[in-house]
């Protein structure tokens, strides 16, 4: 049996009003249809609700926020308004990303085959590594609380990190096509959050029961046909009286020149929430995108990763010498350097012209007389030295998790 890929997590995100509840709904009963059709080859998807706001849903989410914060008692003990309890819950849940996330391997990631073990009946093998094929993301319906907080980037960090993750762009397709600004705006806000997460992203007219997206598409793929759009709109704010018609044309026709080349890096579907139809072609897409990222998008996790880690190793190299140097001046300023290893105290410095004589006379006494044990502590033993304390430093470095402090105080300690 061929190897199942691990299941690709569809974030929905959207103006408020743009139908993400609905269209959740839709593809969550798409996916179950196809599962009850032909259970052998199909799971159900997993399902996750990130909006604390939301009183009921038309579908039964796997994990829900609301189980796991309170949004009216957040607000309550932290005297905030909506918005401001929306983010407070997110943050709160980011908080326990490692627990969803050890969830969604143990429920979606496919499970290795046990090593060594004879070739198990085709029934036993399909139950076992029956895992579903998306997980699908339902998100607050304040798109800038989710994708500009912090909390929102901890998130799709943590799902792109284990899954292939894409984001589903819900568009209100009726509002969208009354003129070329709410158009535009639709654009420019997509594109931020695909420059903003730098996932793969998907553009869905929603709505297309009320109107079809084709007049949408072709102002994305036809300059022109925008133009015409654009010179239309013109011509009914001046006959209607309206002002400002000068600038706000100016200013959309060249951003339709700047987005050309974002236009064609876009996968484009148009999709009714109330009649299913187009579900199949966004499916479609999102097995496109799942190629792209892990053409693109892997890659270059894995680079910020591997830098991460350069960084940090650079870091505690910095420590360690750092250290090394502070007890050095240490050893140096308190007499306890090459004097402490050999036995001898430090002398201390004459206060009367006899015992500066003294002193000296001791000094002449000692010359020609070597010692075993100072010799044997000269540049070679404090290079040995230096080098057994700094192997230790690191090793307890590493045992500390990367705490300094702690290692520092270990190593001091070990002195004594």
């Not at 909506?82 to 990631?109: M, Y």
């Not at 018609?245 to 064609?264: H, I, P, Q, T």
Request: charged share 25%.
């Amino acid at each position: 049996m061929a190897t199942q890929k691990p299941p690709v997590a569809i974030v929905c995100v959207g103006m408020a009003g743009s139908g993400k509840t609905t269209f959740m709904q839709r593809i969550n009963a798409h996916l179950h249809s196809a599962h009850t059709s032909s259970p052998a080859t199909t799971a159900p998807p997993y399902v996750l609700n990130l909006d604390p706001a939301v009183r009921s849903v038309p579908f039964d989410p796997n994990i829900d926020i609301r189980d796991s914060v309170n949004y009216k008692e957040v607000m309550k003990q932290y005297n905030l308004g909506p918005n401001g309890g929306i983010l407070t819950s997110l943050n709160l849940f980011a908080t326990k990303i490692d627990q969803v996330l050890g969830i969604l391997e143990k429920r979606c990631l496919p499970k290795p085959p046990p090593p060594q073990q004879a070739q198990p009946a085709p029934a036993t093998e399909e139950k076992q590594t029956q895992v579903p094929s998306y997980i699908l993301v339902d998100t607050p319906g304040q798109i800038e609380v989710f994708v500009w907080s912090a909390s929102g980037e901890i998130l799709l960090s943590s799902f792109a990190s284990t899954f292939p993750t894409v984001l589903a762009y819900i568009i209100d397709t009726p509002r969208s096509t009354e003129n070329t600004s709410t158009f535009m705006s639709n654009m420019l806000y997509a594109i931020s959050i695909l420059y903003k997460t730098k996932l793969p992203m998907i553009l869905v007219f929603n709505k297309t029961d009320v109107k079809a997206e084709t007049e949408a598409v072709e102002w994305m793929r036809d300059f022109e046909s925008f133009q015409a759009a654009l010179r239309n709109d013109e011509q009914r704010e001046q006959a209607g009286g309206e002002g400002g018609g000068g600038y706000m044309g100016s200013l959309l026709n060249s951003m339709s020149l700047v987005l050309e080349e974002f236009y064609n890096a876009l996968s484009v579907v148009g999709v009714s929430s109330m009649t299913g139809e187009g579900v199949e072609g966004f499916f479609e897409a999102v097995e496109g995108k799942r190629g792209e990222f892990e053409r693109e998008y892997r890659p270059e996790l894995e680079r910020r990763v591997r830098e991460a880690g350069e960084r940090r190793e650079e870091v505690r190299n910095g420590e360690v010498e750092r250290l090394m140097r502070d007890m050095e001046v240490s050893s140096k300023t308190k007499g306890t350097g090459k004097y402490k290893r050999s036995g001898k105290p430090p002398k201390d410095e004459p206060e009367t012209v006899s015992e500066a004589e003294e002193m000296e006379d001791d000094d002449n006494d000692d010359e020609g007389i070597v010692d075993p044990d100072e010799e044997d502590d000269g540049e070679g033993g404090r290079e040995t030295f230096d080098q057994g304390l700094k192997t230790r430093y690191e090793k307890a470095l590493k045992e500390s998790g990367g705490d300094v402090g702690a290692a520092a105080r270990y190593i001091q300690s070990s002195q004594r």
